[in-house]
Every structure is written in C-alpha cells, then in structure tokens.
C-alpha cells in the first residue's frame, strides 16, 4: 500500500476480465486508481478546462448571479461547503459550478460557457462520455465482484445508472484561488464522496490526498499528484455500502502544494449517483459476507436510506 496504481483502461476492450481485475484489487485496497487510455479526448479536457478558467475569472457579483439554488445546480462561492464538519475551523477555500443533466439548458450553464453553443454542445458531450466511462467501470466492478448471471452479470449496475432516470448525477467544475495560508489548512475538507463512483481531472497544479485506511485514524495522507493524459476514479459511499465494505471509499482532501501556492488549482470532477430509489443493501455477489458489515458504513444512519436520501442527508451536513 502507499502508492495509486495506474490502470490501461484499453483493457476493457481487449481483455475486459483483466481489466476488471486490476480494478478490483485497486479498489479492495486503496479505494483510488488511475485509469489511462480511458478514451476521453484532451482537446475536450482542455477546452472545458479552459471555460472553467474564463468563469471563475468573472467578479463575484457575476457569478453570484447563478448561485446554487437546488442541490448540484450552479455556483458556490469560497466558504459555502465544509467537508469536514468535525475538524474544520472554516468553509473550503475552494469554489465550485456544478452541471446536471438536466440542467444543461439552464441559464446559468450558458453563462458558464459564456452564451457559446458550441462549447455548450462540448459540456453535454462531455457529461455524456463521462457517463458512459462511469459505467464501464461498473461493469469491471460488476466482473469483479462475480455478480451471478442471473442478477444481471456484468451489466448489474447498468439498470440504477441510467442517463435517463432522475438521479443527482454531477459535473462539477472547481477552483482553488492561490493561497498564503499555513500548509496543513484544507482547501477541500477531508471527506467520502456519496455515490457510486467519481472520476477526477487536476489541471496541473495538485495537492490531493488520501488516506488509505478509515479505521487507522492516524495513516499518513499519500499524495495523489496530477498525471498527464490520466483520469482518477475513486470508489463512492454507495459502492462501499453495497459491498459491505469489501470496496473501500477512502477519504480525502486537498492541501496546498508549497511549491506551487502562488498558482491557482483547477480540477474537474464528475459524481455518478444511482438512481435515488435504488438501495444501498449489500448487491448479490459470493464474496460479500455478512461479517464485513461492521465497516460498510461510515455514518451509521444513513444504514436503511435509498441512494436519493443518503445524498441529500450528507449534502445537508455539507452546507450546515
Ligand atoms: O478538487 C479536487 O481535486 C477534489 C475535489 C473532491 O474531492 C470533491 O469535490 O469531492
Ligand atoms: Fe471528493
């Protein structure tokens, strides 16, 4: 343990048991993985990254036009969320925009992407690649985990994560202004992210990382710096809830990179949700046993909530 394995995505076409493999040791493990070769363009990285420079740049007023009115729909400013409730003395240093499906023809995606249709074609295009590699990963999950053929196999997953169904699937840009502040001082409080699986993009400056175990309170913090051409993937909530713990969703947080403190931060990251009526009771695979519960959960009352009340219950927290 120590360091965040770096997975060729190709795998998934060309040997999808290999791939599946792979991940699933990553993620009985870490929790966190890199994937390259996921077949995500750059050139679309760098434009949205590019929108997301050209936004956060407009004066507060501007953005505070499009404040975050329903869950996961529009702007944050600095301070708005504190991740770590119990250890944080202030909000995040971070602000954020976040897109839903169906909020792509709202007016405040087009203020994001400054009234440009064509950049606005290239978020939705965006949101549905992101989807689509989201689900893939399911389906290595899925493999790994040796869902019976008769609930479904590798496609177990697909029927809770449908483009379609109302779900509080997320894309959200985000921005660390540079900072002074003392190196210990989160931007981005340590936490779980809700869902099922999150895929993440750093621009070029880092200062993510993670914890590897949620038991030892005390392991150090591993950095997870910024590789080129690699999309992060990290296990959510919902996949540690339906796996009893055998899937690990490790906690993390962001720091400021000393040496690149006078930089700001850009990421990207995409949450994928199940649909909110699904469950999170343990899913139907042989090696999930009923002794791992004790881990599965780290918030004991969110045990018996459908996928749309867990995350609306931690969001509350989030913003309280
Ligand atoms: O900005 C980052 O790199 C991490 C953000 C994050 O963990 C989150 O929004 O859940
Ligand atoms: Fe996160």
Redesign the pocket.
């Known amino acids: 343990m120590g360091t965040i394995p770096v997975i060729d995505f190709s795998l998934f076409t060309s040997d999808p048991k290999e791939c599946a493999r792979q991940i699933g040791e990553a993620s009985k493990d870490i929790g966190f993985f890199y994937i390259k070769n996921h077949g995500v363009c750059q050139d679309l990285i760098d434009r949205l990254f590019s929108c997301s420079e050209r936004f956060f740049q407009q004066p507060l007023e501007s953005k505070n036009r499009y404040l975050m009115k329903d869950l996961f729909h529009g702007y944050s400013p600095i301070n708005a969320e504190t ?1 770590d409730l119990e250890n944080q003395r202030q909000g995040d240093l ?1 602000e ?1 925009f976040d897109i839903m499906k169906h909020t792509m023809n709202e007016e405040s995606t087009k203020y994001f992407v400054q009234g440009d249709v064509a950049e606005q074609e290239k978020v939705v295009n965006f949101y549905k690649t992101l989807h689509r590699l989201a689900n893939n990963i399911l389906q290595c999950f899925a493999i790994a985990l040796e869902i019976p053929e008769s609930a479904g196999g590798r496609y177990f997953f697909d029927n809770s994560h449908q483009l379609e169904s109302p779900c509080l699937t997320d894309l ?1 840009f ?1 921005h ?1 202004p540079p900072q002074s502040c003392d190196p210990e001082t989160p931007l ?1 409080g340590s ?1 779980t ?1 809700y869902g099922s699986v ?1 895929l ?1 993009i ?1 621009k070029d400056v880092g ?2 990382e993670v914890q590897a175990s949620r038991t030892h309170k005390d392991v150090p913090w591993i950095p997870v710096p910024v590789i080129p051409n690699a999309i992060l993937v990290n296990i959510g909530d919902h996949l540690q809830m339906w796996t009893n713990g055998l899937l690990k969703s490790t906690k ?3 720091t400021y990179d000393p040496q690149q403190h006078y930089r700001p ?1 850009y ?1 990207t ?1 995409f ?1 994928l949700f199940a649909n909110a009526d699904t469950k999170l009771d343990p899913i139907p695979s042989p090696l999930i046993t009923q002794e791992m519960r004790a881990e599965a959960v780290e918030f004991e009352e969110g045990r018996n909530m459908t996928a749309g009340e867990y995350v609306a219950w931690r969001i509350k927290r989030t913003y309280a």
Request: hydrophobic residues 30%.
């Open positions: 991740l971070k954020t959200r985000l660390y981005c936490h992210d999150s993440l750093q200062g993510l993390h947080r962001v931060r990421s990251g949450f």
